[in-house]
C-alpha cells in the first residue's frame, strides 16, 4: 500500500513538471480586438451603424410617374380597372363573333355561287332551248320525225322491250319461210321500240317539245325520206334505222 | 383625397383599393415609398434602378390588389413584392456585376441564387451619401452576402422584428437571427478601418 501510494505521487510530480513545462503559446495579436469588436456587435454597434445612415427617400414626381406607369394620367378621371377589364372582355369577344359571322357569311355566299345548277335548270336553259330550236330547224325532216320517236322511247319499259324482242324473232322466222322483205318489215315496224340509253350529254336527250302529237305522221314521213341524210345519224338507233327509210329500199 | 384616409390602417385602405378607391391607393403609396425606397437602395445601391423596383412594386400593389386577402398584414404582403421585383431586377442582369462577394467572405455563407455587385466600383450617387463613413458602409453592405444584407437592412435600417422578417423572406426565425449575425460580422470586418478610426476618434 505504502508502495503503491510512493509511486502514484512520483507519477503525478512527472506529469506536474512535464506540464509546467510546456511551452508557452502566445496569444492571438488580434484577439483583443476581435474580441473587442465582438462585445461592439453584441452591444449593438454595427445596427446603430447602419441605422444612422442617411434615409432614402423617394423622388418628387414619383407619384406622377407611377401613374404613367399605371396607364393613366390622373387617378381621378381613371375609369375602374374591373370596368375596364370587363369591357375589354367584351369587346374581345363581340370581335371574334363579328368576324366569325363575316367568315360564315362569305363561306355562304361563295358556297351558293359555286352550286351546281339544278335538273330543273337543264330544261330551262337557254343552250337546252337553243340546241332544241337548232335541231329543229337545221336537222332533216326525217330526223324531225324520229324525235317524237326519241321521246316515247325514253318511256319504253321492259314489257314492251320483250314484245320488240318477239316482233324481230318473228320477221326473222318470216323471212326464214320466205315472206317478202315488205311484209318481214311491217312485222318489225309494228314493234315498239326499244333504245340503248344515250351516253351523249344530256341536252342531246332533251327532245324539242313539238310535234309530239305528231307520231304517227312522222313515221309516215320517215318512209318517203332521202336516205343519204339520215344514215350517218341513224346509227346509234337500231330501232329507227330498222324503220327508217333503209327499210324501204 | 379624404383626410380620414390618412388615419385609415394598411388594411382598410387596402380594402379601399379593391372596392375601387384610387385615394386609398394614393395614400398608401404616400406611406410606403420612402421607406421602400431605402430598402431598395441599400440592397441595390443605385437610385435610378430603385425607383425603377419601387415604382414597379406599386404597379403591381395596384394590379394585383384583388389578390390581398383579409387578415393579411399589408406591409408584410408589400415587402414581398418588393422583395420579388428586387430579385427580378438583379436576375435581369444588364446592370449586374461579377464578383460581387469578397473571396474572403465567400465561404462564409451562401448566395442563395442573389447577385451583387462589385464594391470597388464607385457608387453614381456619392453625393447623396453625407460623409465617407455613409459610403464605406453603403460599400460594404453591397460587399456582403446578399443573403445577409437582405435581412440585416431589414433588421437594423427597417427596424424590423425577426418575427416580421420572417414572414417576408420566408425564412424561419432562427434562420433569420443567424444570417443578421453572421452579415453583421461580415460588416464588422469590412469597416474595421473607418470602424477603428471612428472609435480611435472617439475615444481620443
Known sequence: MMRYERRSSSRSEQIRHALSNLPRIPADPAFDRDLHLRIDNEGGEIPHLLHSLPSMTAPGNFEEELWKRIGTSAPSHRTPLWIGMIGGWRTLNGLVYLLGGAAALIAVVVLSSHKAPAPQELHTSPTAATIAENLSTHLPLSLQTQAPVMQKQTATTEPSRRAATSALA??????????SSTESLKIIQSAPVVVVPPATPPAATVAPPMQTDTAP????QSSTADTHSTKSEVIEEPAASAGGPSGEE | MPEAFTLLPDEE?????QRGSDAAFTQLVRRYKDSLTNFVYRNLGELDRTNDVVQETFVRVYH??????????????????TRNAMRTELRRGAWIRDNHVRPDLESEGELNGWESYNSDDPLPDDELEGSMTYQAVQQALLSINPSYREVVVLRDIQQMSYEEIAEITG??????????????????????????????????
Do not use: C, H
Open chain 2, 171 to 204: 425564412l424561419e426565425s432562427g434562420t433569420v437571427k443567424s444570417r443578421i449575425n453572421r452579415g453583421r460580422a461580415q460588416l464588422q470586418k469590412l469597416l474595421r478601418p473607418i470602424y477603428y478610426a471612428d472609435k480611435g476618434t472617439s475615444r481620443s
Open chain 1, 217 to 220: 305522221q312522222g313515221t309516215a
Open chain 1, 170 to 179: 318473228s320477221a326473222v322466222k318470216s323471212s326464214q319461210r320466205g315472206a
Open chain 2, 64 to 81: 394585383y390588389r384583388a389578390s390581398f386577402a383579409r387578415g393579411t398584414r399589408f406591409a408584410t404582403w408589400l415587402y414581398q413584392i
Open chain 2, 13 to 17: 385602405l387596402m380594402s379601399l383599393l
